[in-house]
């Protein structure tokens, strides 16, 4: 990629570059250098903890300024705004309630504010490495549980939510367990059994396929989790489905839930730890 010297660039060749449309990268700005994506809570304007992940992945890589740019069609002519790379400089950006972009000079990383509840961090390890502290994926699964909450009402937050999803992290926690995923059914046909949503035979037959899909792609796990949701896969080894065929030693319907109940509770306990 040729990148300018920016001295009178306008502000539709940074967008051009660098977005897809105003509210997710370009597929070909990503895929250079394998960048990867980030997910925060935004309401359209820089709060104090971006611009604290900005400055500090700017001034590891010794950036002293950042490019900004408003992404409206109709402002597309005006000419990309030199941010001093600072938090006290990044607090300065007047724009509220619009799209717009951050990258540093070289392209190497930038920030996506959107009006639509979310911005995104995107950049090559090196940059997320100091924007994103505590890990891309710990800081996907935090905006996984923001989207829980807020999804409902903003639905592009929740299919930004299911877009990106943490590549590495192993879940511990119901709460870190990502939407879609063969876990997540997993935990959901346990609760709906429990509250006599679902049969027995129904459960068991659902919960094994949502496993199987589990460890197809495979999900990681973290103990005392996975340790639980073997309980309930053990549990329904020894369940006959067809109650014709049950033989003394196998478990019934109540059993089942029992065990069933018992691995919620253990799984439960864990949020309080």
Known sequence: MNIPDWGSTRSRHLRSILTRDPWFFSSAWITEKDKGVV?????????????????S?????????????????????????????????????PWHGENYIIA???????????DLGYSLMGGVHEFLKHGVPEGSDQAIINFNRY??????????????????QPSQFAWGRRSEVAEGTGTAEQLSLMTSFANNEVSAVDFAAAWLRAR???????????????RELDRVFYAIEDYE?????????????????EAVEEALAGIDSLERD
């Open 147 to 164: 989207a829980k909450r807020v999804g409902r009402h903003l639905p592009d937050v929740a299919k930004i939510a299911a877009k990106l």
């Open 57 to 93: 992945a700017a001034q590891h890589a010794s950036h002293a300024f950042f490019l900004a740019s408003r992404l409206d069609v109709e402002r597309e002519e005006e000419p990309v705004m030199r941010v001093p790379s600072t938090q006290e400089g990044l607090g300065r950006i």
């Open 104 to 114: 540093v000079p070289d392209l190497s990383g930038a920030l996506l504010v959107t």
């Open 39 to 55: 997910p925060f809570s935004a309401q359209s304007t820089l709060d104090r903890n971006l611009i604290r992940r900005l400055s």
């Open 241 to 257: 489905f067809d109650p014709q065929l049950r033989e003394p030693g196998d478990l019934t319907d109540a059993q089942l839930k």
């Open 212 to 226: 199987r899909r589990s460890l197809e792609h495979p999900e990681r796990l973290r103990e005392p989790l996975a």
